[in-house]
């Protein structure tokens, strides 16, 4: 078992930015992806990035050179830099971790099984 618990939402302005994070607890070691991943109010579920043991990492197009996944192993917390926020970036986002999948395989399935978190709310206005 995996516990994730997400923190760090909250409402900014377009152009600005936000840092989510997730603490990782549990059977962490087996998880080979993390990541995170969003879903809009109305719409469908989105890979946004993930990252592997190695440090591998992909991202969503729509997020490309705006957000940085980056994980702290020592204290066991994924973060997510997000740059450039636009009022389509708006959603509930998730971390999330699986067992077994590449990050490029992760980001697709990500919120469908393994594990996620309750959630943080990112507002951005125009």
């Known amino acids: 078992q995996v516990q994730l618990v997400e923190s760090g939402g909250g409402s900014v302005q377009a152009g600005g930015s936000l840092r989510l994070s997730c603490a990782l607890s549990?059977?962490?070691?087996?998880?080979?992806?993390m990541g995170w991943f969003r879903q809009a109010s109305g719409k469908e579920r989105e890979g946004v990035t993930a990252i592997d043991h190695d440090g591998r990492t992909t991202y969503a197009d729509s997020v490309k050179g705006r957000f940085t996944v980056s994980k702290d192993n020592a204290k066991n917390i994924l973060y997510l830099q997000m740059n450039s926020l636009k009022p389509e970036d708006t959603a509930m986002y998730y971390c999330a971790a699986e067992r077994g999948l590449t990050a490029t395989q992760a980001l697709h399935v990500f919120g469908s099984h393994g594990y996620w978190g309750q959630g943080t709310q990112v507002t951005v206005s125009s």
């Open positions: 549990g059977r962490t070691d087996r998880m080979d992806s």
